[in-house]
């Protein structure tokens, strides 16, 4: 009997639950701005009011608001669950204790990696998208998939269900755009290979163009080198050219200061040999009274002399004093061949300072 009398009420019940649903949007739709005020607020206090009264074995909220729940499953390319809740209505609790908290339910959404946002009809933030998504009942589930590049409603639930039925229709839903998922899901990923490609090929071409700077740079400067090297190598010869012609002029100067030979039979001259670096041998006469430099002149400006040049016995091994004229000092030793302490006859070699 009382199975039939619901048979028979039923309907008017549906419709009675449907008006007071309307009734009250459009009550709230008078009273309420749609401006919000705290949307991430209301999401969160939706979720702690419902774990409050429903515990907290429900499927994993998303902890945003519903502009960021849409953006974040258009950017993770996943499917995104709307519920809309209300505690006035009449089948919100049995919904929520038998269907959403089913573990079933719980698995399904979770494992799929569904994004499920829920909030309240009214709080300001829900009752904003029950407007934006035309629920006039509750409990009420929207599912969004990415189509064209934005996310756009793909299927509604709405009024008392059951657990299996429920996730027959999410599943046929997903199922049947699925497909623009996973086009868009190639489609990135080509994108995003694309990407990748280019930007290898940037680092490639940069770190090639790096290289061949390097060997420009390198090459510019081993040319720049090589320029100074040779500037230098000129720039050198031509001062030892330069000094070269100082000295020969130097010979021919010194060549007419150096005193005549005394004669073999003069008591105050001394003989000396000179043997070269060449092996020629030089032979002269001076005074006891000349000074060494003068010794030195002759050596000097001898054409097979080397330019610098030091003067010395053979054995013992003993240097000269003095030493070779140079442009800058030419008055070498004041000492004389007597004060010297060289004897009647004497015999010297010359080493080249430059051999």
């Known amino acids: 009997m009382d199975g039939l009398v619901r048979l028979i009420t039923f309907p008017f019940q549906f419709i009675y639950e449907t008006l007071l649903s309307a009734l009250r949007l459009a009550w709230n739709l008078v009273r309420r701005r749609i401006d919000i005020v705290d949307p991430l607020g209301d999401t969160l206090k939706f979720i702690s009011d419902f774990e409050s009264v429903y515990g907290t074995e429900h499927p ?28 006035h209505h009449r089948d919100t609790h049995d919904f929520c204790t038998n269907v959403l908290s089913h573990q079933l339910v719980i698995n399904y959404i979770n494992r799929n990696k569904l994004l499920f946002w829920g909030c309240s009809v009214d709080s300001r933030e829900g009752y904003r998208v029950s407007v934006l998504l035309r629920a006039s009942t509750t409990p009420f589930l929207a599912l969004f998939a990415l189509k064209d590049n934005r996310m756009n409603v793909v299927r509604t639930f709405f009024g008392p269900t059951s657990v299996e039925r429920l996730l027959s229709n999410i599943q046929q839903a997903i199922e049947e755009n699925e497909g623009s998922l996973i086009a868009a899901r190639l489609e990135r990923q080509e994108r995003t290979m694309n990407q990748r490609l280019r930007e290898e090929q940037d680092v490639a071409y940069m770190e090639s163009l790096r290289a061949d700077q390097e060997k420009d740079r390198k090459k510019q400067e081993e040319k720049v ?55 020629t041998r030089l032979e002269r006469r001076f005074r006891k009274s000349d000074p060494l430099k003068y010794l030195y002149y002759f050596v000097f400006c001898n054409e097979q002399s080397p330019l610098k040049f030091q003067i010395t016995t053979n054995f013992p091994r003993k240097e000269l004093p003095g030493s070779h004229p140079t442009l800058d000092n030419k008055e070498n030793c004041s000492l004389t061949f007597d004060s010297a302490g060289l004897g009647k006859s004497q015999v010297f070699f010359v080493h080249d300072l430059e051999a």
């Open 60 to 87: 994993v909220f998303y902890r945003g608001t519903y502009e960021q729940a849409l953006s974040d499953a258009k950017k993770e390319l996943k499917f995104l669950l709307i519920y809309l809740h209300s505690e």
């Open 225 to 279: 080198k090589k320029e100074n090297e040779e500037r230098e190598r000129k720039q050198k010869e031509l001062e030892e050219v330069q000094q070269r012609e100082l000295l020969l002029n130097l010979k021919v100067s010194l060549a007419t200061e150096i005193p005549n030979e005394p004669p073999a039979d003069d008591p105050e001259s001394i003989r000396i040999v000179i043997k070269l670096p060449n092996g």
